[in-house]
């Protein structure tokens, strides 16, 4: 099977609804990935383009440039990170948008082919989304990084309750041994902390590794700032998020943003996968979509 259709998108129905892609209305998808969403919102309107935006400029190529060839007058690749929106479109001559999608959730794709962020695999411990944006990898942070760093790391970012037992076996190890691969860091957690479930124990660590690394929560803070600066009025913004940190951000800047005027607040509550289809995509099981709209 082609890889642009291996992953997922989730909240696809929701996502239509809550953006209500117009004819002649110009969105940008700034979490491209697999182009699931961005596919859905041409098909879903036929008279709007969308701006393909990520940072993995391998998702644009493999991805993007089949999607281009298919809707050839409708679909803009853009390289770059989306916490710098405002510049990159700058660049691409666009003012101002109908409309913006973030998905923060990492592409099955990336999680299975990109180096160091599956322990389910032995990859050097890497884990940066895009070598480009980022320079310092994983590995570097394990095995340098001061010991209350990681501990703080891996309990902020991972909420990992064993975070000080991870560390101790971490520091221990690489007294005399660089961890250089995911197998030999999730082995290390393994035997450092008890079997708890379905979930592997090495999970929260990398996931904190993986936000830190790639400066994810930073990154979504200048995304939103950045975001209702290009929208037009009538414009709305739709973020999906998977982590509990990445949500308690945008609910605060959405709330924030209604309270001040200008903006209306689509989503109360956050919106949740339906049963149907956490049954047929388990991914979804985790994500919260959030919506607003600008009045002025």
Known sequence: MDPIYQHKSVLVTEVLQYLDPQPGGIYIDVTFGGGGHTRAILEQQKNCSVV????DKHALE?????????????????????????????KADIAAVNGILADFGTSQYQLKHGAGFSFSQDTPLDMRMSPAHQKVTAAELVNKASEEKLRQLFWQLGEEKYAKQIVNAIAA???DHYIGTTKELATIIEHAVPVRGKIHPATRVFQALRMYINHELENIQSFLSEAVRVLQPG??????????????LVKQFFSQRALQGGFNLLTPRAVVASEDEILTNPSSRSA?????????
């Not at 414009?235 to 308690?248: A, K, W």
């Open 173 to 175: 190890k690489r007294k």
């Open 52 to 55: 393909a935006l990520d940072w």
């Open 235 to 248: 414009g709305r913004l739709v973020v999906i998020s998977f982590h509990s940190l990445e949500d308690r």
């Open 288 to 296: 919260r979509l959030r919506a607003i709209e600008k009045v002025a």
């Open 62 to 90: 493999l991805n993007g440039e089949k999607l281009q060839q298919e809707y050839p007058d409708r679909v803009q690749l853009v390289w770059g990170n989306f916490a710098q929106l405002y510049t990159l479109l700058k």
